[in-house]
């Protein structure tokens, strides 16, 4: 008997490079169909991990679906056991995606201190997808939609790089 043969498997994909491949303009719903096209914005990653010497950590925010339309998302730091001010410098922003544009970084700044301590970690969390004019404001109407992807918060490790004092009388 003839056995039918599984569909081959794609090559194997770092998550990061297979949540934020560009995907070509337009893909999404065919013309003239009921639903709009979605852009869909998340983090690369669930989780980083930065050198606490090492003075910044980069976070990575991808969007994926309809990359034709400028779409706008909002970010901030919110502390977990890396208190902002003593561990990292807190942040908020903006990130605005021109058409066709498939990834944004966040830079964070990390505070280097040379206190022994555990690890530390904070967390940037995504908010309010909107489309944009394409001038950083927000659009009113218009084509399409933009939503939060299931990573819509990614924690960052701060690795403690100070090393224990020996004698610490």
């Not at 970010?75 to 995606?97: C, E, H, P």
């Not at 021109?98 to 964070?108: D, G, Q, R, Y």
């Not at 990390?110 to 309010?128: G, K, R």
């Not at 939503?147 to 004092?165: E, H, K, M, W, Y």
Request: with cysteine.
């Amino acid at each position: 008997p003839h056995r039918a043969r599984p569909p081959p498997r794609p090559p194997a994909l770092s998550p990061n490079r297979a949540f934020c491949r560009k995907l070509l303009p337009g893909r999404g719903p065919e013309k003239g169909s009921a639903t709009a096209p979605t852009t869909t914005v998340a983090f690369d990653c669930a989780a980083y991990r930065v050198m606490e010497g090492r003075g910044t950590a980069t976070i990575i925010v991808c969007r994926s679906g309809d990359l034709s339309v400028p779409a706008l998302v909002d970010w901030t730091t919110r502390d977990g056991t890396a208190k902002a001010g003593q561990d990292y410098v807190a942040g908020d922003g903006q990130l605005a995606f021109s058409p066709n544009e498939a990834s944004k970084k966040i830079e964070v700044l990390i505070i280097d201190d040379n206190e022994y301590e555990p690890d530390e970690f904070f967390e940037v969390t995504l908010s309010n997808p909107r489309l944009s004019s394409g001038d950083g404001d927000e659009k009113a109407g218009g084509g399409g939609r933009v939503v939060l992807g299931a990573r819509q918060t990614s924690q960052v490790t701060i690795i403690d790089d100070d090393f224990p004092n020996p004698n610490p009388n």
